[in-house]
């Protein structure tokens, strides 16, 4: 019943995107709320019962390097212009990586998990095209011009759309490849090609690139579930972007309808601002190069359009410094290429029944494909592409480890050395969910009235990161904007 219970949180928060809280909050603001929310409930119970940190206590390697990690954050947290909002940014990785752990441990406990939040992501791909396809026909009566700022909704912006799409589309393709019933075959097929449709239609060049790395490594990889896994997946783009040749092309000409950027004005090689993000990150890393300027603290510099750099790797640098960035690249980077390599060649890969693999390469592709954008886009940094990814993360290693040895119902126990990690993991798990409880209740009174609060400083679009205005440059340390411009502090 735990199980069952995580899930029903977790598609809760999923459905976010379909959801309006009653108060006049920002989408992102609502996901990010809940969000915090389930992270802190997943602190709690992870404290009370941590047996969901057992696939990483039993390899001390990767354990060791997840606490250097998070241990060279904290260091960098303590020597930043405002560590609370630095400490928040380590409690939030923190509280991503155990809902990712308890949700493999609630695959392990209850396989039929991965086929429930499968369709909880499929369920929710469905509801989001046809609110889109009802827009569009909307559009098409009333002559409106076609935007996509218009036609895609559950979004603070359209971009976070496409984020989303690179995380959803390839599970939605293997659920296609899992139908044995024509009918069913066909309507998931219909699914996963107007959801490719979507991705198109966001104009989001990183999904565009993501989807490409999926199709050509699935492709050049030597498993055969894979490569029909690819095949769909590129006939369910290509099928997308029929569809949106028909509805912003012809159908537009016919009836005399205005189309908003179209995705030709998108096919181009201009960086958007990013080249000079990219610069900024990287001097930045230049003059702190072991423990960076601290965590969430490029959200710091109030010259800067955006308060991340849409890209991961020089975001840890600048922010957490090169021994946490060689850590996570260490940790993560080897933990996709043991999924996509080592895991397929194993003895319990091949003992696996063909839904599973099937399921398997799905949920690897989504994370690939999500790796890959994170490189020139900020789907790491936003809500709701952050759950999704965790979602994904955590089927994949309940994946990789129910087949091996079964999780034991108590912790290694013997020793004092086992005993005290125990005890210390129980204490870190507590008080991050303390510091992201204190945080949701300093900022949830203020989370209506700060955009407008912001806007005399930001001067144009709001900057996303934690919150819709994601610049710490105009709070101080203890959530609070400033009373007058002269308190906003210079670049650090």
Not at 131 to 151: E, I
Not at 342 to 371: I, K, N
Not at 372 to 397: E, H, K, R
Not at 431 to 437: E, N, T
């Amino acid at each position: 019943m735990r199980s069952v219970s995580l899930a029903a949180r977790s598609a809760d928060l999923l459905a976010t995107p379909l959801l309006w809280m009653p108060v006049g909050i920002e989408w992102h603001d609502q996901q990010r709320w809940f969000q915090l929310l389930l992270l802190a409930g997943a602190f709690i119970y992870a404290a009370w019962r941590p047996l969901a940190w057992q696939p990483l206590l039993r390899r001390p390697g990767a354990f060791l390097i997840l606490v250097v990690a998070l241990g060279a954050g904290l260091l960098a947290s303590a020597f930043a212009a405002k560590p609370g909002w630095a400490v928040m940014e380590v409690a939030l990785t923190l509280g991503l990586i155990q809902s990712a752990l308890l949700i493999a441990w609630a695959y392990v406990q209850h396989p039929v998990t991965g086929y429930a939040f499968t369709v909880t992501l499929g369920a929710v791909a469905a509801l989001l095209t046809t609110q889109t396809l009802a827009a569009l026909l909307a559009a098409y009566v009333h002559r409106m011009p076609l935007d996509p700022w218009l036609l895609l909704s559950g979004f603070a912006n359209i971009r976070f759309f496409g984020q989303v799409v690179t995380a959803i589309a390839p599970p939605l393709v293997a659920g296609w490849m899992l139908q044995s019933t024509p009918r069913w075959r066909r309507t998931l097929a219909a699914l996963a090609v107007l959801w490719c449709w979507t991705g198109w239609l966001s104009g989001t060049r990183g999904t565009w690139l993501a989807a490409a790395v999926c199709a050509v490594t699935a492709a050049l990889l030597p498993f055969p579930v894979a490569r029909q896994w690819a095949r769909r997946f590129m006939a369910a783009w290509a099928g997308g972007l029929v569809i949106y040749l028909l509805t912003h092309g012809v159908i537009p000409r016919l009836l005399a309808v205005e189309v908003v950027q179209p995705i030709t004005d998108r096919l181009t090689l201009d960086s958007s601002g990013r080249w000079m993000l990219w610069q900024v990150a990287a001097q930045e890393w230049w003059h702190t190069p072991w423990l960076g300027i601290g965590p969430m603290h490029l959200a710091n510099i109030p010259t800067l359009p955006n308060a991340h750099p849409h890209n991961i790797v020089l975001q840890w640098l600048a922010e957490w410094g090169v021994i946490a960035t060689l850590a996570w690249v260490l940790l993560l980077g080897g933990w996709l290429l043991h999924l996509l390599w080592r895991v397929p060649q194993g003895h319990a890969y091949a003992a696996w029944p063909e839904t599973q693999r099937t399921l398997y390469w799905g949920v690897c592709m989504g994370l690939w494909g999500s790796a890959a954008q994170s490189l020139v886009d900020g789907n790491l940094v936003m809500p709701y592409p952050q759950t999704v990814i965790v979602v994904l993360a955590g089927l994949a290693l309940g994946m990789t480890v129910s087949n091996t040895q079964p999780w034991p119902n108590l912790l290694p126990s013997s020793g004092a050395v086992s005993r005290r990690s125990v005890v210390t993991l129980r204490l870190v798990l507590l008080c991050s969910g303390a510091v992201v409880l204190h945080h949701l209740w300093v900022m949830t009174p203020t989370l209506e009235q700060r955009p407008d609060q912001c806007l005399p400083f930001c001067g144009g679009p709001l900057p996303p990161r934690l919150w819709s205005q994601g610049m710490i440059a105009w709070d101080d340390d203890l959530y609070r904007l400033p009373l007058r411009i002269s308190d906003i502090p210079s670049a650090p």
